[in-house]
């Protein structure tokens, strides 16, 4: 594999060509076939090649990968894709990988470890990262896992190379073998020609399997094989391809219970539990539930008023700490940035108060008590606080409609929970018919688990639904 750095501006055909800015030799792949612009925003564009060209990318937020056929149809500017450090780009058969440099990658910012619990958790992380074994997280859903896992891969050998992120449950059974160990021309109706596997787009990095308790047991046992052999067979393949990968996994479910009643292959599990580390639910770290709060409070007033005196004007004043600081949390961390942006939109620049947080559980008995309220992105704000489809808009981007609902000031909490308990149910509806009925699909699109799912449908009254 070799390494080619870009120049800081200006324009880079990738192609067979030996003249071409960057010389990509392989039979797929066309003389002149893409061209990066270098931005910034740095993006590909296809330059009409034979074999197409494919940007495998970490959609939004979420944990799984997305692809991407560049200038078919795609969400792109010119007809071309924006693209992240990480990103994989898939000339014909052949793949570039996009990495940063060694001196631009740094630690999160979002980051905040306070408690002696998490400090310990953080502390034994940093030392095992250093090692090539694997490592197995366990913790409550939304305990922050995911970044947790971040933290290890930056601190490992491997920081310089892929972290490839997949989350068991958002991928059916058929799709995630395809996914996971790619295929050959061929090999099923629809496979117009060879993709690699994110596997082997991960070489040299590190692999996040997220919830692996919910990997199917076809699954388990391929998985088990490539760990053993460091080697990926594709489906239809009849050569198996060297790989070099780390792998982290996440669950919330108790593995050796699993294992106890067969849902889990205890081989497996021996594999991927090299080391074993507990986070601790947010519950159980009090002295960080204010710290955190008031980081999600700044960064979704930033987004949401891009002015920097608007920014500042999102403080958490102590009756609001306090309310913050006496909820169980059964979402966690993820519960917590919910509410805590759903705060910053309805307080609409004033300070937050209590009655802005909407704490369901201790206001609304008829409200699940045991897992967290939808994601609620600032950019969603509107949409949530509009009165009616025609309510006119204000400077601030918020519907005149609505403004008795979201002027902080005289907001009714009545008001404001009816408010985004109706954009929660539309919500609902959108993902299942997006999903067509898939209830599994839909609760990894809204980011909230299938048990909320169902419960939510249970409480708003809708109709179960039927996968088409």
């Given at each position: 594999?070799?390494?080619?750095?870009?120049?800081?501006?200006?324009?880079?055909?990738?192609?067979?060509?030996?003249?071409?800015?960057?010389?990509?030799?392989?039979?797929?792949?066309?003389?002149?076939?893409?061209?990066?612009?270098?931005?910034?925003?740095?993006?590909?564009?296809?330059?009409?090649?034979?074999?197409?060209?494919?940007?495998?990318?970490?959609?939004?937020?979420?944990?799984?990968?997305?692809?991407?056929?560049?200038?078919?149809?795609?969400?792109?500017?010119?007809?071309?894709?924006?693209?992240?450090?990480?990103?994989?780009?898939?000339?014909?058969?052949?793949?570039?990988?996009?990495?940063?440099?060694?001196?631009?990658?740094?630690?999160?910012?979002?980051?905040?470890?306070?408690?002696?619990?998490?400090?310990?958790?953080?502390?034994?992380?940093?030392?095992?990262?250093?090692?090539?074994?694997?490592?197995?997280?366990?913790?409550?859903?939304?305990?922050?896992?995911?970044?947790?896992?971040?933290?290890?891969?930056?601190?490992?050998?491997?920081?310089?190379?892929?972290?490839?992120?997949?989350?068991?449950?958002?991928?059916?059974?058929?799709?995630?073998?395809?996914?996971?160990?790619?295929?050959?021309?061929?090999?099923?109706?629809?496979?117009?020609?060879?993709?690699?596997?994110?596997?082997?787009?991960?070489?040299?990095?590190?692999?996040?399997?997220?919830?692996?308790?919910?990997?199917?047991?076809?699954?388990?046992?391929?998985?088990?094989?490539?760990?053993?052999?460091?080697?990926?067979?594709?489906?239809?393949?009849?050569?198996?391809?060297?790989?070099?990968?780390?792998?982290?996994?996440?669950?919330?479910?108790?593995?050796?219970?699993?294992?106890?009643?067969?849902?889990?292959?205890?081989?497996?599990?021996?594999?991927?539990?090299?080391?074993?580390?507990?986070?601790?639910?947010?519950?159980?770290?009090?002295?960080?539930?204010?710290?955190?709060?008031?980081?999600?409070?700044?960064?979704?007033?930033?987004?949401?008023?891009?002015?920097?005196?608007?920014?500042?004007?999102?403080?958490?004043?102590?009756?609001?700490?306090?309310?913050?600081?006496r909820h169980s949390w059964p979402g966690n961390i993820r519960e917590l940035r919910n509410v805590v942006e759903r705060a910053?939109?309805?307080?609409?620049?004033?300070?937050?108060?209590?009655?802005?947080?909407?704490?369901?559980?201790?206001?609304?008995?008829?409200?699940?008590?045991?897992?967290?309220?939808?994601?609620?992105?600032?950019?969603?704000?509107?949409?949530?606080?509009?009165?009616?489809?025609?309510?006119?808009?204000?400077?601030?981007g918020v519907p005149d409609g609505a403004k008795g609902v979201l002027d902080g000031a005289g907001a009714s909490p009545t008001?404001?929970?009816?408010?985004?308990?109706?954009?929660?149910?539309?919500?609902?509806?959108?993902?299942?018919?997006?999903?067509?009925?898939?209830?599994?699909?839909?609760?990894?699109?809204?980011?909230?688990?299938?048990?909320?799912?169902?419960?939510?449908?249970?409480?708003?009254?809708?109709?179960?639904?039927?996968?088409?």
């Open positions: 594999m070799s390494t080619r750095q870009l120049p800081g501006s200006g324009s880079v055909v990738l192609g067979r060509d030996e003249d071409a800015g960057l010389c990509v030799p392989d039979s797929s792949v066309s003389r002149r076939h893409a061209v990066l612009h270098l931005g910034p925003p740095l993006r590909i564009e296809d330059l009409g090649s034979s074999n197409g060209t494919r940007v495998r990318t970490r959609h939004s937020s979420a944990a799984t990968e997305r692809l991407i056929d560049v200038g078919k149809g795609a969400p792109a500017r010119d007809g071309a894709v924006e693209l992240s450090p990480g990103d994989v780009i898939y000339l014909g058969a052949a793949r570039v990988i996009l990495r940063q440099k060694d001196g631009e990658r740094g630690a999160r910012k979002d980051v905040i470890v306070k408690d002696d619990a998490m400090r310990a958790v953080y502390e034994l992380a940093e030392r095992v990262a250093k090692g090539p074994i694997n490592i197995l997280l366990l913790g409550e859903t939304g305990a922050g896992k995911e970044v947790l896992a971040e933290s290890i891969h930056r601190a490992s050998p491997r920081a310089g190379r892929p972290l490839l992120r997949l989350s068991c449950v958002a991928l059916s059974e058929s799709l995630l073998e395809s996914e996971l160990f790619g295929h050959e021309r061929g090999a099923f109706t629809g496979a117009v020609r060879a993709k690699p596997g994110l596997l082997e787009t991960a070489e040299g990095g590190t692999v996040f399997l997220d919830e692996i308790g919910e990997l199917p047991p076809s699954i388990q046992a391929k998985l088990l094989r490539v760990i053993e052999e460091r080697m990926v067979m594709r489906v239809g393949g009849l050569t198996p391809t060297k790989i070099d990968v780390r792998f982290i996994s996440a669950t919330h479910r108790n593995l050796e219970a699993e294992v106890s009643r067969s849902a889990f292959r205890q081989d497996l599990y021996f594999r991927l539990n090299g080391v074993t580390l507990t986070i601790p639910p947010l519950r159980e770290r009090p002295g960080e539930v204010a710290a955190l709060a008031q980081l999600f409070a700044e960064r979704t007033a930033k987004e949401l008023f891009p002015s920097e005196a608007s920014a500042a004007a999102a403080p958490l004043p102590p009756a609001a700490l306090a309310a913050l600081q910053v939109i309805l307080a609409n620049g004033a300070p937050i108060g209590p009655e802005h947080l909407l704490l369901s559980p201790l206001a609304d008995p008829t409200r699940p008590s045991h897992e967290p309220s939808l994601p609620v992105h600032p950019s969603q704000a509107p949409a949530s606080a509009a009165a009616s489809p025609n309510a006119n808009v204000n400077a601030k008001r404001l929970r009816d408010t985004m308990e109706a954009h929660e149910r539309e919500r609902i509806v959108q993902a299942l018919e997006q999903c067509m009925g898939n209830q599994t699909r839909a609760a990894a699109l809204l980011g909230i688990s299938r048990r909320t799912l169902v419960e939510r449908i249970r409480v708003y009254g809708l109709p179960r639904p039927r996968k088409a």
